[in-house]
């Protein structure tokens, strides 16, 4: 079974930009999270997928978004970014019935 | 407020050694919690949970909701558990985890 899988590994930007970061979930999986592990930081929540809509978002500014698509496979948008956004941005997807989070291998966004 | 705390970013131990990793969390409710481990090239991964109660590769951990703790222990630390720890929280199930910071344990022979 393919775990979670998440494109580009690395990316790289420039301030002001836009990135887009995409993440596949384990098939049958419903629920996509997203994180972003910055140093220093830990990992922080940022946003939760469920059945194609936004189900909870963690404290981050509305630059920061997303989408489900009917797949449930998910895209993170950040807008205007900004230095401090660089870090590994991670997926997790779950089937709330099965309830374990699975974790991609993450997106390395570095922001110039 | 909800908050993960591992107060030890780094524990170093020598191989057959006992290994406590800390965790103490803020909750106000019936949390659930885990341990996840990231091993060095490997994606983050999902070590053990309270409520399972199990032992993953030797590894423990009990909730103590007076101490609001979930120490992670081993009696022998083996130099292929060197990694990344993470303890993490949850409240309600299908919601969000909050994670502390991490500890790196190292092992050596």
């Known amino acids: 079974e393919a775990g979670v899988t998440q494109s580009p590994t690395h990316l790289i930007k420039t301030r002001g930009q836009q990135a887009t970061l995409r993440c596949s979930p384990i098939?049958?999986?419903?629920?996509v999270y997203w994180y972003q592990q910055a140093l220093g930081l830990g990992l922080q929540f940022l946003l939760w997928y469920d059945e194609g809509e936004e189900r909870n978002r963690g404290n981050f500014p509305p630059r920061f978004s997303g989408r489900q698509f009917p797949n449930y496979s998910s895209e993170l948008n950040v807008n205007a970014l900004e230095l401090e956004d660089s870090a590994l941005y991670l997926c997790?997807?779950?089937?709330?019935?099965?309830?374990?989070?699975?974790f991609g291998p993450g997106t390395r966004l570095t922001v110039l | 407020a909800q908050r993960v705390t591992q107060p030890e970013k780094l524990l170093s131990v020598f191989k057959g050694a006992p290994v406590e990793l800390k965790c103490n969390y803020s909750?106000?409710?019936?949390?659930?919690l885990f341990w996840y481990v990231q091993y060095s090239r490997q994606r983050l991964q999902l070590l053990l949970r309270h409520i399972s109660r199990e032992s993953i590769k030797g590894f423990t951990a009990d909730l103590n909701k007076g101490e609001t703790s979930f120490h992670l222990k081993k009696p022998f630390a083996q130099e292929e558990d060197s990694a990344m720890y993470y303890c993490a929280l949850r409240g309600q199930a299908g919601t969000a985890l909050i994670f502390g910071k991490g500890t790196t344990l190292s092992v050596s022979s």
């Open positions: 098939s049958g999986h419903t629920s």
């Open positions: 997790a997807s779950t089937d709330l019935r099965v309830d374990t989070q699975y």
């Open positions: 909750y106000s409710g019936s949390p659930e």
